[in-house]
């Protein structure tokens, strides 16, 4: 079956940095693009950065030249490097696979908590 599971979140101090990665299983990930999104309390979920199946890269004007979102398709993995975290950063990071053509999917993972304090 299909899986996402993130890893990598936790505490960190402003101006610091983290890693995350996301862990694919059950599909095509090559063929598959890849997004971040993140959700932090009373706040609708929001896209961070995008991974197409060709490697073009897209990010939200927040995170725009802090964070760097890579894949590697030999090991069916995403990452999402965070640089400069604010503590406005602090949310819940969820991995998204999507393919709107055949095979046409949109797959979640559980999410991982990053919280941004001193």
């Known amino acids: 079956q299909v899986q996402l599971v993130e890893s990598g979140g936790g505490l960190v101090q402003p101006g610091g940095s983290l890693r995350l990665s996301c862990a694919a299983s059950?599909?095509?990930?090559?063929?598959?693009?890849m997004r971040w999104y993140r959700q932090a309390p009373g706040k609708e979920r929001e896209l961070v950065a995008t991974?197409?199946?060709?490697?073009?890269?897209n990010y939200a004007d927040s995170v725009k030249g802090r964070f760097t979102i890579s894949r590697d398709n030999a090991e069916n993995t995403v990452s999402l490097h965070m640089n400069s975290l604010k503590p406005e950063d602090t949310a819940v990071y969820y991995c998204?696979?999507?393919?709107?053509?055949?095979?046409?999917?949109?797959?979640w993972g559980q999410g991982t908590q990053v919280t941004v304090s001193s």
């Open positions: 998204n696979a999507r393919r709107s053509s055949w095979p046409i999917g949109n797959y």
């Open positions: 991974i197409t199946s060709g490697g073009t890269t």
């Open positions: 059950g599909f095509t990930f090559r063929i598959y693009d």
